[in-house]
C-alpha cells in the first residue's frame, strides 16, 4: 500500500513495483470519482466493492492512492506500508513534470489545463484535515502495525 500527496511518486514507484516484483497494480483515482464533470466522489460503498473485487482477483497487488478513507480498507490486507512523505515544493516539482496520464485525462492538453488547481491542491497538503491530508496519512502510518517505511525524497 503507497499513500502520500499528490505528485509524491506513488504511481511510478507502484508501477516499478508491479513491473519489478509481478504485482497487479491498481490506483485508487480510478475508482474513487464519478465520471461526470464536475468531479465527485463515488460513494464509499462503490469504491469498497471495487476494491473487494480487485483483493479477490489478485492475491499479489501494489494499490496506492491519497484517499486515507479507501486506503483504510485495504490496510488489513497489505503486506506493507509505504508512506512518501515528500516535501510540499519536491511534490509541485514533480507535478510539473508529470508525463501525460491517459487513464485520468482525455489529453496531455487537458491534463495541463489542470495544473494550476492541481499545484494549489499540492500546496494545501500540509493545512487540510480531510482524508487527503498529511494528518490523514500520518494518522495511518503511525497506527499501521505492519512493516512500513516513510520515503521523503525523489531519490
Not at 505528485?7 to 474513487?32: F, I, M, P, Q, Y
Not at 490486507?77 to 516535501?87: K, M, N, S, T, V
Not at 495544473?115 to 496519512?137: K, N, P
Request: with cysteine.
Amino acid at each position: 500500500m503507497i499513500i502520500g500527496n499528490s505528485a509524491s511518486g506513488k504511481s511510478t514507484l507502484a508501477k516499478r513495483l508491479a513491473r519489478t516484483e509481478v504485482l497487479a497494480h491498481l490506483d485508487l483515482d480510478t475508482l474513487a470519482w464519478k465520471p461526470d464533470l464536475p468531479p465527485e466522489r463515488r460513494s464509499l460503498e462503490d469504491s469498497r466493492r471495487d476494491i473487494t473485487g480487485f483483493l479477490e482477483d489478485h492475491s499479489d497487488w501494489v494499490i496506492e492512492g491519497c484517499y486515507a478513507d479507501l486506503v483504510e480498507l485495504v490496510l488489513a490486507d497489505a503486506r506493507e506500508l509505504i508512506f512518501l512523505d515528500l516535501p510540499i515544493e519536491t511534490c509541485i516539482e514533480n507535478a510539473k513534470r508529470r508525463p501525460w496520464e491517459p487513464h485520468k485525462y482525455e489529453s496531455k492538453a487537458a491534463q495541463d489545463e489542470n495544473l494550476a488547481m492541481l499545484l494549489d491542491w499540492i500546496s494545501q497538503y500540509g493545512e487540510r484535515s480531510d482524508t487527503f491530508s498529511r494528518a490523514a496519512h500520518q494518522k495511518i502510518y503511525e497506527s499501521y502495525p505492519g512493516q512500513k517505511i516513510r520515503i521523503t525524497s525523489n531519490q
